[in-house]
């Protein structure tokens, strides 16, 4: 029987360079984070299935394991830290931080990676809107240290949203629908939507679509309702807007629409103009953890998506020149040797073949700057490019 050598869709193998890049960038974000104080917190890949009802909106993994219990694979890794909270007595107030993977069951033609690695962090017990502001200050820090200058976040705030289904009472399908046409940002779709949903929210509803830029945004938004949740919310993002003051990373989307569910108070997304989807998100959330039986922490989270920024890096920064390697190559007799030369030197690794032309050949493939020899009685470098194979 032949082995099925096919990848599941949307999984991909990371090789070498990528592979490489893709574990520094993971562990300098959990640097980064550990650095303002954040407490690292591991979670299993593996969950039952009613730790994500508060999600049910995402596509899981889900599978039946011996005892005939359903389990998924964490589609995100906020409710686990809500699972971790709700059991362990571990009580907030807290900063913590994490990475790891995730899995959702895109559709197979979307051209959505099922599989990611996330880096984040959740500030659980503040109410202030200072978790806010050290959510985007803490994403901008991460990604000016990754080398990332050219992205647009945009502040939005849940609260706005849900003022408006509640207002006109939109539930099932009337609310999957308006869900939709304000995400898809259709101008014909908010027109057909308001002409069989009137209301008072007629003027506001229609301006949705359209009501993202600067900070300018926000003051025309207030002057097309009056709803106090609204206005309320619009003051929040403001005062996130200023406090920051960052104008050149920082815009608005007053129709802003998060893809999970449980968000309640300002959130954001991460854009770059090379990146076809947003590579962050997060905002508020505080009644998540009520899902578990606990009481209503207020919480805000950042997630980073830490595959899409390797491609993001890898599409906008122009190629490295490849750093100057050494090969050693050494006999059974010089082992040791060798092992003295290769602590010294850096960017340097030993070669396993017996013949010397072997050596040489592997680090014209790779692209070795030189080669040292190491005999019994002598250590000679070579240039590989130069060595006449025999």
């Known amino acids: 029987m032949k082995w099925n050598r096919n990848l599941p869709i949307g999984t991909r193998d990371k090789l070498f360079k990528e592979a490489a890049s893709a574990y520094d ?5 959990n640097r980064s984070f550990h650095a303002r104080g954040y407490q690292r917190i591991e979670t299993p890949v593996i969950e039952f299935d009613d730790v ?15 005892k005939g219990r359903l389990t998924v694979l964490r ?42 690695t996330q880096a984040g962090i959740e500030i659980i017990g503040f109410a202030s809107i200072k978790a806010e502001i050290e959510c985007i200050t803490s994403a901008i820090a991460v990604l000016k240290q990754l080398g990332i200058s050219d992205f647009q976040m945009e502040i939005g705030h849940a609260a706005i949203y849900q003022a408006v289904i509640q207002t006109l009472d939109l539930q099932g399908s009337d609310e999957e629908n308006f ?31 359209r009501l993202f830029g600067s900070v300018d945004t926000i003051r025309e938004a207030r002057a097309l309702t009056e709803n106090g949740v609204i206005l309320e919310a619009l003051a929040q993002m403001e005062t996130i807007i200023e406090v920051v003051d960052v104008p050149e990373h920082l815009s608005v989307d007053i129709g802003l629409v998060q893809e999970l569910h449980y968000y309640t108070g300002a959130i954001f997304r991460g854009y770059a103009d090379m990146s076809a989807v947003h590579f962050l998100s997060g905002g508020r959330y505080d009644s998540l953890f009520a899902e578990f039986g606990e ?3 207020p919480a805000v989270g ?28 050494y006999s ?12 010294k030197t850096p960017n340097s690794s030993l070669s396993f073949f017996d013949q010397l032309s072997e050596s040489v050949a592997f680090a014209k493939k ?7 020899d190491v005999s019994e009685h002598t250590v000679r470098e070579i240039d590989p490019e130069k060595e006449v194979l025999t």
């Open 25 to 29: 960038m993971e562990h300098l974000v």
């Open 52 to 66: 994500f009802s508060a999600i049910n909106d995402v596509n899981l993994y889900r599978f039946f394991d011996k």
């Open 75 to 116: 589609p995100d890794m906020t409710s686990p830290i809500g699972r971790v909270i709700s059991t362990t007595g571990v009580t907030p107030p807290l900063k913590l931080s994490y990475s790891g993977k995730v899995f959702r069951a895109n559709e197979e033609l979307a051209g959505e990676r099922n599989e990611m």
């Open 179 to 209: 869900r939709q046409v304000l995400q898809n940002k259709s101008l014909f779709g908010i027109r057909s939507f308001v002409e069989s949903h009137p209301s008072e929210m007629d003027d506001f509803i229609l301006a949705l679509p």
């Open 295 to 297: 009481d209503n922490w």
């Open 302 to 329: 950042l997630a980073l998506n830490l595959d899409e920024i390797v491609s993001l890096k890898r599409r906008t920064l122009k190629e490295d020149k490849p750093d100057a390697k050494t090969f050693i190559h």
């Open 332 to 343: 059974l007799a010089t082992t040791h040797l060798a092992e003295e030369i290769l602590a």
């Open 366 to 372: 790779w692209q070795f700057s030189k080669i040292i």
